[in-house]
């Protein structure tokens, strides 16, 4: 298995830009580290995104890229505090859960301004305004971001409450969802198809310019409700090549970038103008094996071939310059029901009883069988076929797809093995719920027909009898247990979250759920220092 690995590592090297510049292990810039330091305002950040947005629409959004751009622009009723472990306000002030779970009341802000567009001046935000924004998710959302909301009824100038058609204890993280920040009507309707290029919101920036393929233009939002922002405006410039985002920021042409991999991490680390922050983020990679049909449908099968997976091996071959560690369970250790217990429901790397397991079935000799991928898990695909064919005869077949091919061929279950990743909110329904129960094969993230009646039930209590987070995970820990030892798919990894910034950049860190946060309720306000 070494030659693998070392060809892997090879690979990477050609690919990427040499390292250069005397060597940095800090974790922190000296500027960074300066309490001393007073925020100035001014300037204009500029970040650097992997790929262009096709639309700033809330309904019609499908990407993260695109998410990054609209949190400066609109704000949710809710937020994440720093830490993800809780909820803070936003545009409502406190919230409240009937007896029954099945509503929500929520206090308005009376000081929130809609930022100036074509067919508003930049009028007071209403809670009628709230009542348009949520149901239109609800109805509307390419991706379900609001799903189980009935209505919402307006009960008072600065009050709302949210009907849900059942019991929902992730509705709270649903909200922080940026598909859901709230939006003036006419804007909507006066742009029809074109609001997605014309956002507006309530945030502390408003959208200015945006040139396809090149970047998209913000400035300060002078009647924005909360601390006001440092900077004059930011600029996010779409640089899809992972080598030229890194040369952008060493040449001061950005100052933050973002999806740093693989030795472009070495690069980094090793210029001592930059900071490298990368955080275990709220994402895992998987093998997904059919539960339904061939040779993976037989329990015993698969628990073959997750014990003769090493697991170690792919993910330190895979993340040879940092950035991965392995995933011990289907939920991120990012997540409040994540603790150390469940790292001992991983099975055991062991090749000799492995073989011992598959002669037990029908394929003691081995299959042939196909692994759809996306072009970047190749690296993953590569390692894992290796392994299989070294420890069970067993013959893998790469598939590489791209990403419509790939997500339809697997959530329709015709995919023997496909390779995932999964990124959510730190809320374990986003991942077990969505992934594992039953009502959701046909859908992507249980495409492989993983079905027990039993984790069916844990999962619908933990949604529907308490919102307690800690009885809550205890739930989905008892669920964990039954999955894991079911063997439906091998886990790989957990990633980090990882940005990379210029000395000048303060105040700003990376979240375990990815977003790029500029200037955020809770206490983030990015400044530069120039």
Known sequence: MKHVVLLLTLISIALVISA??????????????????????????????????NTLDPIKYTGAYESQIMRSVGDTLVVYNQDLSDFSPSLATEWKPSDDMKSYTFKLRDDV?????????????TAEDVKYSLERSAKESALGRLDGVES?????????????????????????????????????????????????????????NWQ??????????????????????????????????????????????????????????????????????????YLDLNNMSGPTADPKVREAIYKATNVEEIVKGVNQWGGGSVSYAPIPKGSWAYNEELEKLKPEYNPTEAKKILAETDYANGFKTELYVLESRVPYATIFQAQMKENLNIDVDIKVTEWGTLSDIAA???????????????????????????NQIGSLGNGKGYNNPEVDALLDQALSDTVEQEERAKLYQEAIKIIMSEYPRVELDNLDQTAAVTKHVQGFAVSADGTINIVKPNGTNVWLNK
């Open 212 to 285: 396809t393929d090149q970047k998209v233009e913000l400035v300060r939002h002078d009647k924005y409700w909360g601390e006001k922002p440092y900077l004059d405006g930011v600029t996010y410039q779409i640089i899809k090549d992972p080598n030229m985002m890194t040369n952008a920021l060493r040449s001061g042409d950005i100052d933050i970038a973002t999806d740093i991999k693989g030795q472009n991490r070495q690069v980094i680390e090793q210029d001592q103008n930059l900071e490298l922050l990368s955080e275990p983020g709220l994402s895992i990679d």
């Open 412 to 438: 329709k279950g015709k995919a023997p093995m496909y390779i995932g990743g999964w990124s959510w909110y730190p809320d374990p329904f986003f991942f077990l719920n969505k992934t594992f129960h039953s």
């Open 20 to 53: 250069c510049g005397g060597a940095s292990q800090d974790t922190g810039s000296e500027d960074s580290k300066n309490t001393n330091t007073e925020p100035k305002s001014g300037g204009v950040l500029k970040v650097g995104l992997a790929s262009n947005p």
């Open 113 to 125: 301004y809609f930022q100036p567009g074509k067919y508003q001046e930049g009028r007071k935000m």
């Open 152 to 208: 919402v009824e307006v009960t008072g100038e600065s009050e709302v409450v949210v009907h849900l058609t059942a019991p929902n204890a992730s509705f709270l993280a649903m909200l922080t969802d940026v598909g859901n920040i709230i939006i003036p009507k006419e804007e909507v309707e006066g742009w029809g198809d074109q609001f997605g290029a014309n956002l507006v919101g309530t945030g502390p920036f408003q959208f200015k």
